[in-house]
C-alpha cells in the first residue's frame, strides 16, 4: 500500500530555476495538503486543496503554484527558485474533510544554491 | 499567544519511565487532535486522534484532552530508546478551518 508518494526525494536547484515536486496518492482522498518544514520548526501549510479542480493559499503561498487535474495528483510548482526556499517539502492527504488525520508522504528535501 | 503551543524541549527521560508531553490551543472550537512522531529526517507519522474529552489509551500510549482547559496531552508509558523523536501536536482549528501544528517537543529516552 504506497500511500502518499513523493518525487524526487532530493533536489538542488540553482537560484531562477523552476521546478515542480510530484504528489500523488492512491487512498481516493478529496483533500490534498502542502507544507514545507525548516530545521527545527513546525509546519507550514503552502497550498491546499479539497477536491480536484479546487485550490486554495494556505499561509505561505508566495512563490509557488499548485494545480489539482486529479482527485490522485497534486503537484507544486517553484517558478523562480529563490535561496529562501530551501526546505523539506512535505505532501499529506486526508479523507472527506479537514477534521481527518492526514496522511504524510515521504517528503522531498530542496536546496536552493 | 501562538495557535497551538508545545514545549520545545528537550524533554529527557530515563529508559522505562512515563514521558509527558503537553499541547495547548487558542482555539476555543476546536474539534479534532492529533498527535505525531517525526523522527529525524523522515515524514511526521500519526500515532493517536482524539476527539472528545478524557482519555483514550493505544497500546504505551495515552491521549488525554480537556476542552476546557484547552489542553491535549500524551503519556508514553515504559518509554524506550526508539521513542526518541519529535512529538508534533496537531489542532483541527474550527474558526481557521484547517489542522494547524505545534513547533514540536523533542523527546530524548536514555538508556
Known amino acids: 500500500n504506497a500511500g502518499v508518494t513523493q518525487t524526487p526525494k532530493f533536489r538542488i536547484l540553482k537560484i531562477g530555476q523552476s521546478m515542480t515536486l510530484q504528489c500523488t496518492q492512491d487512498m481516493n482522498h478529496n483533500y490534498m495538503y502542502w507544507y514545507r518544514q525548516d530545521p527545527g520548526m513546525g509546519l507550514k501549510l503552502i497550498y491546499y486543496?479539497?477536491?480536484?479542480?479546487?485550490?486554495d493559499k494556505g499561509e505561505v503561498p508566495n512563490g509557488y503554484n499548485v494545480s489539482r487535474s486529479t482527485t490522485e495528483d497534486f503537484p507544486l510548482r517553484l517558478e523562480l527558485a529563490a535561496p529562501s526556499q530551501t526546505s523539506v517539502y512535505f505532501c499529506?492527504?486526508?479523507?472527506?474533510?479537514?477534521?481527518?488525520?492526514?496522511?504524510f508522504g515521504d517528503g522531498t528535501r530542496l536546496s536552493i544554491l | 499567544q501562538k495557535e497551538v503551543e508545545q514545549n520545545s524541549g528537550p524533554l529527557s527521560v530515563p529508559e522505562g519511565a512515563i514521558a509527558s508531553l503537553n499541547c495547548t490551543y487558542s482555539d476555543r472550537v476546536s474539534q479534532s487532535f492529533f498527535w505525531y512522531r517525526q523522527y529525524s529526517g523522515k515524514s511526521p507519522e500519526l500515532i493517536m486522534s482524539?476527539?472528545?474529552?478524557g482519555d483514550k489509551e493505544d497500546g504505551r500510549f495515552t491521549a488525554q484532552l480537556n476542552k476546557a482547559s484547552q489542553y491535549v496531552s500524551l503519556l508514553i508509558r515504559d518509554s524506550q530508546p526508539s521513542d526518541s523523536a519529535t512529538y508534533l501536536c496537531a489542532v483541527f482549528s474550527g474558526g481557521y478551518n484547517k489542522l494547524i501544528f505545534g513547533a514540536g517537543t523533542r523527546l530524548a529516552v536514555h538508556p
Open positions: 486543496s479539497v477536491g480536484a479542480g479546487i485550490t
Open positions: 482524539i476527539y472528545s474529552n
Open positions: 499529506a492527504s486526508s479523507d472527506a474533510d479537514n477534521n481527518q488525520p492526514q496522511h
